[in-house]
């Protein structure tokens, strides 16, 4: 079992990790996270065993971070809180930069970390639907995977179109301009909802109720269309 002291340090080491990768990339170097945590390389290696394992558990706590933040609301749903939240945008930079940092990298470390997220938004969705604040998806593993990659590619793609010339970001700039931006369509259109009738999510789903039909395209073995033979639920004007 581990001390007190040695939790402390094995924590310090994380943050300055997290915070470091986020601003540099994973190129950052175990001496540099040693240097930034005031510990030896040594040490890093004796709590994390090698850079890839510091940054597995970089990647836990971001996701915890995250957990939290998105249970809060959907465990207590209130104005208030989302308001709080929203106010203290600016704190959640480092866990951005390094999510952000993750994605633009890629490989299999980014994957993993996806996949966890999706699994996590999941667990919101339930907790949502739970607690009276999110109607139940048709389909809750595909609404999660939809809205981890909405969000986590629409916040890429804000963050990549607003670098600057020198590619040095703001990221407590960033975050505090993308909810300025995006927090009211986002909101509007996921309580509001965008097209008038419900015939196109009808169409779709009929589509992919015909024998043979693949679930990503709604085509039957013929190669007809969602809408072939189906007027009854094609699109209206």
Known sequence: ?????????????????????????????????????????????????????????????????IRESKMSYMNQPSTGNLLQQLAEIEEFAPIIAYMMRSFQAGGDLAGTLFEHMVEDVEQYLEAGVASGVLRKPRDMKAMARYLATANGGGMLMFLQTHTPPDGVVDYRQALRDYADQMMLPALELYTDGLLTDSSMVEALLAA????????????????????????DTAPRS
């Open 1 to 65: 079992m581990r001390s007190s002291d040695d939790l402390t340090t094995r924590a310090r080491i994380r943050d300055a990790a997290v915070a470091l990768f986020g601003e540099q990339g994973f190129g950052v170097g175990v001496r540099a996270i040693a240097k930034a945590a005031g510990v030896s390389p040594g040490l890093v290696n004796h709590h994390f065993g090698s850079k890839d394992g510091l940054r597995i558990e970089c990647d836990d706590y971001v996701r915890g971070v």
């Open 208 to 231: 992919r109720r015909r024998p043979g039909a693949t679930p990503e395209s709604g085509r039957d073995p013929a190669g007809r269309g969602p809408h072939a033979g189906d007027t």
